[in-house]
Nanobody
Framework: QVQLGESGGGLVQDGASLRLSCLASGRSFSGYAMGWFRQAPGKEREFVSAIDWNGGKTDYIDSVKGRFTISRDNAKNTVTLQMNRLKPEDTAVYYC??????????????????WGSGTLVTVAT
């Protein structure tokens, strides 16, 4: 019954920044690991980033380390992905994800209990 809604996608130039936001319903948000996946055209959905239940630990795929930052605000039931120095390779539909498991490794493994509907990020070549 948890619902996730993403926003913030758009069309940007190579090197630009975007901030994606995910708003979650439910009372137990602070107990969930949260994260982001993406699916590029013609490719499988892949893990991008995760944050543990209290924001104390984050995880990223190597290709976005140093460029993307995940954060959460448990008081607002939100998780954010700040994306800097975007590259054409980042073009994808980005999906917010939540796991009842509180740890980032669950998200990384794809053990996701709830998905958002996605927001499209397009980085022009």
């Amino acid at each position: 019954q948890v619902q996730l809604g993403e926003s913030g996608g758009g069309l940007v130039q190579d090197g630009a920044s975007l901030r994606l936001s995910c708003l979650a319903s439910g009372r137990s948000f602070s107990g969930y690991a949260m994260g982001w996946f993406r699916q590029a055209p013609g490719k499988e959905r892949e893990f991008v980033s995760a944050i543990d239940w209290n924001g104390g630990k984050t995880d990223y795929i190597d290709s976005v380390k140093g460029r993307f930052t995940i954060s959460r605000d448990n008081a607002k039931n939100t998780v954010t992905l700040q994306m800097n120095r975007l590259k054409p390779e980042d073009t994808a539909v980005y999906y917010c994800a939540a796991a009842m498991n509180p740890f980032t490794r669950a998200i990384r493994k794809g053990k996701v209990d709830w998905w958002g509907s996605g927001t499209l990020v397009t980085v022009a070549t």
